[in-house]
Structures are given as C-alpha cells and as structure tokens.
C-alpha cells in the first residue's frame, strides 16, 4: 500500500512539473529582433500595405511604423498586421499618408 502511494505521489510530481514547464516556456516572451522580423514580413507580403519600404522599429515588444504610403487604409492596415503578431504589445504608427505623386 506504501509503495503505491509513493508511485501516485511521484507520478503527481512528474505531472506537475512538466505542466510548469510548458507553462514557463510559453510565457516567455519573443525577442524585439524576432518581432521585427515578423512585422517586416507581414507587411512586405501584404497587398494592400506594399510595405516593404516602411521603417520598423521595436523596443520592449512596442512597434513604432514610419514611412509613407498613398491611402489612409494602408496606414491603418499596417497597423492591424503589425498587432497580430504574438508578442506585440501596442504599435505607434507614425506612417504618413501623402497620396499620388506625393513622395
């Protein structure tokens, strides 16, 4: 009966020991050059953003977006991309709208 118990015991431990640990993995958070690379990526691929030529800049998770683009709903889907990343914490969107023939 000891012995069982001391099994039960110890398979409880193991259990909760590598609970704690996914947990502690996703918990950390991701690194601001891996964040940079990730916002770069969705708005260079985007369709609607082209943002391949906007300046991105990440500090303690917080996006900061310059540049310039044509439409105001480029400017406001950058920052809808930039914020689905997981691990983005606020964008600050400084991108300037300029329209045609204004760069």
Known sequence: ???KSVVAFLLVFVLAAAVL???Q???TPPSDDSLYDLVR???ASDPVVKGGALEVDVKQGIVTLRGKV???KQKER???LAKK???VKD???QIAVVGKGGR
Do not use: C, I, P, W
């Open 21 to 23: 640990a996914g947990a």
């Open 41 to 43: 990526r969705k708005l």
């Open 91 to 93: 964008v600050d969107n």
């Open 70 to 72: 044509e439409l105001e």
């Open 1 to 3: 009966m000891k012995a």
């Open 78 to 80: 950058a920052t809808k």
């Open 25 to 27: 993995k996703q918990q």
């Open 85 to 87: 990343v997981k691990g």
